[in-house]
Structure formats: C-alpha cells, structure tokens
C-alpha cells in the first residue's frame, strides 16, 4: 500500500521560510516523478512543483520559481519543498502526489496535505 506522508507546515509571517517534506513507502518511483501541489480556500488545487526522480528535472509554476526549490533524497525516498520569501498569498493547503510514470503533474498518488499559513 502506498502512503505519502507531508510534514512541515505551520504558520509564518510573511518574508519567513518553511520546508515541506513527503516520504513515500509502499514503492518508489524511480521511472516517475512527485509533486508539491496546494489548495488555497475558495480555489482548485494547482500544481506548485515537480521533480522527475531519476534526472531530477524540475518544474515551477511560475507564481514561486526564484523562491521554492523542490529536491529529493533517494535513500530516504523523501520530496522536499523549500520555500522561502513566502508571501500570504502562498497560504493554502500543500499536498504531495506521486506519479509512476510521467513527469509528476498528474498524480497517481496523494498525501493528506499540510496547511501552510502565512501572515502578513
């Protein structure tokens, strides 16, 4: 059974900085790709970043690139998402999702999110 597992959320002020993580077990995705996604109130859920597992290629929506960085640890089958200079605008809840085969904007599986509150 897979399980996605994010930690790290909180409540900041406004220019502080957060780091998010999500361990996967179950099964890695050496040939897919995990995702940050978030979902402020009142607003779909929207891709935040992606790394591919085996290149580590990323990708940003562009509203955080220059201030989130996403990386990943194999060993610990762990996803990272740093995020800094946050905004109150970042407020939302982020989830983890895990895709086996592609490049981690659809994933296969979830997280239950955590909240990410900043204040301004």
């Known amino acids: 059974q897979v399980q996605l597992v994010e930690s790290g959320g909180g409540l900041v002020h406004s220019g502080d900085s957060l780091k998010l993580s999500c361990a996967a077990s179950g099964r890695t995705f050496s040939s897919g790709a995990m995702g940050w996604f978030r979902q402020a109130p009142g607003r779909e859920r929207e891709f935040v970043a992606s790394i591919r597992w085996n290149s580590g290629i990323t990708n940003y929506v562009d509203s955080v690139k220059g201030r989130f960085t996403i990386s990943r640890d194999g060993d610990k089958n762990t996803v990272y998402l740093q995020m800094n200079s946050l905004k109150p605008e970042d407020t939302a809840v982020y989830y983890c999702?895990?895709?086996?085969?592609?490049?981690?904007?659809?994933?296969?599986?979830w997280g239950h999110g955590t909240q990410v509150t900043v204040s301004s």
């Open positions: 999702g895990a895709e086996r085969y592609g490049m981690g904007r659809n994933p296969d599986y």
